[in-house]
């Protein structure tokens, strides 16, 4: 899956539409509150990781980093 579909799957998840997301993002981080400003990064995959963050916790979701099975 790739991160625009990623990312829009989880908010439909999380039960909110692209502009209750935005809008939560423009009052909590200073983010543009143009959907289209956010469906281009994620089309583009040009989010950044801060970016993502901030994401994650208006949708009250946490970025949790795993370690893999060994590799050798």
Same mark, same amino acid.
């Given at each position: /899956? @790739? $991160?625009? @579909? !990623? ?10 539409? /692209?502009? !209750?997301?935005? %809008? ?5 981080? %200073?983010?543009? %509150?143009?959907?289209? @400003?956010?469906?281009? +990064?994620?089309?583009? &995959?040009?989010?950044?990781?801060? &970016?993502?963050? !901030? ?10 980093? $795993? +370690? ?5």
């Amino acid at each position: /899956m @790739n $991160v625009r @579909n !990623e990312i829009k799957a989880q908010i439909v998840r999380a039960g909110f539409t /692209m502009q !209750e997301v935005v %809008d939560r993002l423009a009052d909590e981080y %200073d983010w543009s %509150d143009s959907v289209s @400003n956010l469906s281009a +990064k994620l089309q583009r &995959e040009s989010i950044r990781y801060k &970016e993502a963050m !901030e994401l994650a916790d208006v949708l009250d979701c946490d970025i949790v980093w $795993v +370690k893999r099975g060994d590799r050798r």
